[in-house]
């Protein structure tokens, strides 16, 4: 079993069971809001010794290598980000060659999410991880256009359940399905992707927005739209969580806004098992480590520093 301390938290507590996963405590990480090797160059062993969550979600890989969206990139709002990053990676054969050694070499368990613009494209990454033995789970990203239908994957649920349908018989590896807030109504999506055989679902992914430069009022990012992240999105994933809990009953991995560890405990509350920390922690690296001892200080106000759970 990963260990607290393992986990970098030096107080967190929480033993938690995700879809037979054992982890330290139920913060992780928000896919593409921490870039573990870069932290590991910029901080050293300490990062390994120290990590911050419990287990770590790596950035979007697409079979074929991206470049990313023209700058800028980011737009700071009062309480929040707009992103408009457009998936820049190595693609898979680079993420197997270079990433996967090195953040297998993580003290907690690794998920990987990926996102493919076609069924074909997701089952070949799905397969390909399948085999993997350092990955313990996937993440689908269906926040992505269907390049044969035009469709965003996951705004639909006839399309959430057919791309599901394909993937499930590659892995006995559990399949996260990452909802976009995006939808209509995400509670359908949620309905249909578990029918489908999704084990978990994690929400909620950006929700579309926009900023104008303030000099010339055209589109300030590169990428004319971006996803709106961080403390202005909170109320709005506490909703969703609350809603898409309410209507299936495999787990669920929130996130949206949490800086502190009772916005944490309050999306826990609201039916979540795992509670993933994102825009956070480009302010403070460390925001997961004392998100994850806030939250054990208010469910557990009896555990010590420092001390092991006994569960
Ligand atoms: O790379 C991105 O621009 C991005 C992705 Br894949 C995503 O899922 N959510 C987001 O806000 N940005």
Redesign the pocket.
């Given at each position: 079993m990963t260990s607290a301390a393992a986990s970098g938290s030096a107080t967190a507590a929480l033993p938690t069971r995700f879809c037979g996963i054992e982890l330290a405590h139920p913060i992780v990480n928000g896919s593409?809001t921490f870039d573990a090797i870069a932290a590991q160059r910029a901080f050293g062993p300490a990062l390994v010794e120290q990590f911050p969550f419990a287990a770590f979600v790596s950035k979007?890989v697409t079979l074929a290598p991206r470049e990313g969206n023209p700058p800028p990139r980011l737009w700071e709002l009062p309480a929040g980000l707009i992103?408009?990053?457009?998936?820049p990676n190595k693609g898979l054969a680079g993420y197997l060659t270079h990433d996967l050694p090195e953040l297998a070499a993580l003290p907690v368990p690794l998920i990987v999410n990926v996102?493919g613009f076609t069924r074909d494209e997701v089952a070949e990454l799905v397969s390909a991880f399948a085999e993997r033995d350092e990955v313990a789970a996937l993440e689908l990203?269906v926040?992505c256009p269907n390049v044969e239908t035009g469709l965003i994957m996951g705004a639909d649920p006839a399309e959430t359940a057919l791309l599901v349908e394909r993937v499930r018989p590659l892995t006995d590896k559990p399949l996260i399905v990452k909802l976009t807030p995006n939808a209509t109504d995400p509670g359908a999506v949620a309905v249909a992707a578990e029918a489908a055989g999704a084990d978990a679902l994690s929400l909620i992914?950006?929700i579309r927005g926009m900023a104008l430069d303030p000099r010339t009022h055209e589109p300030w990012l590169g990428g004319t739209t971006g996803?709106v992240?961080g403390a202005t999105v909170r109320a709005v994933a506490l909703a969703q969580v609350y809603d898409v809990a309410g209507r299936v009953s495999i787990p669920l991995v929130a996130m949206g806004g949490v800086q502190r560890g009772r916005d944490a405990d309050d999306l826990l509350r609201a039916g979540a098992t795992l509670v993933a920390v994102g825009t956070e922690s480009f302010r403070d690296p460390l925001a997961g480590a004392r998100v994850a001892d806030e939250l054990t200080r208010i469910r557990r106000p009896d555990a010590r520093p420092g001390a092991r759970a006994r569960g």
């Open positions: 593409g979007t992103n408009s990053i457009g998936l996102m990203n926040s992914n950006t996803g992240s």
